[in-house]
Nanobody
Framework: QVQLVESGGGLVQTGGSLILSCAAS????????MGWFRQAPGKEREFVAA????????YYADSVKGRFTASRDNAKNTVLLQMNSLKPEDTAVYYC???????????????WGQGTQVTVSL
């Protein structure tokens, strides 16, 4: 079992930056691929980024590539999402999730946080 708690969301202007954090409970954090997803009102949940067990590999959605960076600290059971050059279309609830597979499909993620709201104003 893994429990996930996101933090760091908020309101930011276009072009600004935010860092989302996801704290995980449990002693098996390094056994999981960690993913970030987002869901805007009226839209389906979409993949944002994934980071492999050791953090050596990352995978990003085309819409955020070059602007967002995922990282993890297995000693602290924490995964971060650095978001730069934010755009209004990045507005959504952001979720972190844990999976045993390094994939972008949300169905392979077994554990989810409660989400944190990110709002990017014009």
């Amino acid at each position: 079992q893994v429990q996930l708690v996101e933090s760091g969301g908020g309101l930011v202007q276009t072009g600004g930056s935010l860092i989302l954090s996801c704290a995980a409970s449990g002693r098996t954090f390094s056994s999981y691929v960690m993913g970030w997803f987002r869901q805007a009102p009226g839209k389906e949940r979409e993949f944002v980024a994934a980071i492999s067990w050791s953090g050596a590999r990352t995978y990003y959605a085309d819409s955020v590539k070059g602007r967002f960076t995922a990282s993890r600290d297995n000693a602290k059971n924490t995964v971060l999402l650095q978001m730069n050059s934010l755009k209004p279309e990045d507005t959504a609830v952001y979720y972190c999730a844990a999976s045993t597979s390094f994939k972008r499909e949300y169905r392979v993620y077994d554990y989810w946080g409660q989400g944190t709201q990110v709002t990017v104003s014009l």
